[in-house]
């Protein structure tokens, strides 16, 4: 299995509600990663986990609130959002430890905030 | 500061011949590097990388080559296909640690079309 499932594929929110966008892996990755993609830009990292622990967090904003269950899965909750929030939100996946890192992306969800 | 750059935003070759991405960097710590393929409504999909020790990699009708000494990468498909219009993000990752080498930092991308 080399996938990177997200859910859901789209997402609409109003600025005082509270979601989560989900991610999971089966590869036997131990790093997990978060990416906001807005049009016609590159993917921006947002957060880094490995082996479930934060390892890099990238100034975001604590309206995201990342969490690592466990191995398999990465959550992003999102509470009080702005509408330049809306973006494409990418999960990645790769191995921990090696001098390389090819990380594999999931299908991103599509999130708007009204 | 934009460490990773691909300065074609776009990029139209006929099928069959020769496409070549062009991507340029900054940083001096990057040691590896890898290109992504993007369609629409997608996630990116790894393609090829290569590490700072090699100046090519090889893969089916993808070839990357690094020119360390003047920071400069490409990506050459041969031959182009249709189905390879896409955007092509080239990244790049660096020596560090506490996570810090495990940070893609991308470039913008460029639109490849390739035309029957």
């Known amino acids: 299995d080399t996938e990177v499932t997200q859910t859901p594929k789209h997402l609409v929110m109003g600025m005082t509600n509270k979601k989560s966008l989900k991610c999971e892996q089966h590869?036997?990755?131990?790093?997990m990663y978060w990416y906001k993609q807005k049009a016609k830009k590159p993917p921006e990292l947002m957060f880094v986990y490995s082996y479930e622990k934060l390892s890099i967090n990238e100034s975001v904003p604590s309206r995201f609130s990342p969490e690592c269950p466990n191995s398999s899965l990465l959550n992003l909750h999102l509470h009080a959002l702005q509408p330049e929030d809306s973006a494409l939100y990418l999960c990645?996946?790769?191995?921990?430890?090696?001098?390389?890192?090819?990380?594999?992306f999931g299908p991103g969800t599509r999130l708007t905030v009204l | 500061d934009q460490q990773v750059k691909q300065n074609s935003p776009s990029l139209s070759v006929q099928e069959g011949r020769i496409s070549i991405l062009n991507c340029d960097y900054t940083?001096?710590?990057?040691?590896?590097f890898l290109w992504y393929k993007k369609y629409p409504a997608e996630g990116p999909t790894f393609l090829i990388s290569?590490?700072?020790?090699?100046d090519k990699n090889e893969d089916g009708r993808f070839t990357v080559f690094l020119n360390k000494s003047a920071k400069h990468l490409s990506l050459h498909i041969v031959p182009s296909q249709p189905g390879d219009s896409a955007v092509y993000f080239c990244?790049?990752?660096?020596?560090?640690?506490?996570?810090?080498?495990?940070?893609?930092?991308f470039g913008k991308g460029t639109l490849l079309t390739v035309n029957p």
């Open positions: 990645a996946s790769s191995q921990w430890g090696l001098p390389y890192n090819e990380q594999f």
């Open positions: 590869m036997g990755h131990r790093a």
């Open positions: 940083n001096s710590m990057f040691d590896y």
């Open positions: 990244a790049a990752s660096g020596r560090g640690s506490g996570g810090s080498n495990y940070k893609l930092t």
């Open positions: 290569i590490s700072s020790i090699k």
